[in-house]
């Protein structure tokens, strides 16, 4: 079982940034490919970028690259998601997964196998 604690979130102006923290609750939390979600009010969960085990690939949506970046430390057994350049629509709440390793980069959801809590952005116009 990984624990996940999203943190990082609130409320910011259409242009700017947050950085949003993952923390796991397991060292063997290096062995999993990590993900970022998210859901917006009235609409399904979708993928937002994730990172391979390792951290050596990254993966995005089409709607976020060039503006979020996801890494991982795992040492400190945390996963960020740097989100730059905000818009009133990317309001939503951010949950972190976990998968297995194999999985890395899947943006299905039903290949992460730990979720977190989620952490509420709010992007202001």
């Known amino acids: 079982q990984v624990q996940l604690v999203e943190s990082g979130g609130g409320l910011v102006q259409a242009g700017g940034s947050l950085r949003l923290s993952c923390a796991a609750s397991?060292?063997?939390?290096?062995?999993?490919?990590m993900g970022w979600f998210r859901q917006a009010p009235g609409k399904e969960r979708e993928f937002v970028a994730a990172?391979?085990?390792?951290?050596?690939?990254?993966y995005y949506a089409d709607f976020v690259k060039g503006r979020f970046t996801i890494s991982r430390d795992n040492a400190k057994n945390t996963v960020y998601l740097q989100m730059n350049s905000l818009k009133p629509e990317e309001t939503a709440v951010y949950y972190c997964?976990?998968?297995?390793?194999?999985?890395?980069?899947?943006?299905?959801?039903?290949?992460?196998?730990?979720w977190g809590q989620g952490t509420q952005v709010t992007v202001s116009s």
């Open positions: 997964a976990a998968a297995p390793a194999s999985y890395s980069g899947s943006y299905y959801l039903k290949e992460y196998h730990y």
């Open positions: 397991r060292r063997t939390f290096s062995t999993y490919a």
């Open positions: 990172i391979s085990w390792t951290g050596g690939s990254t």
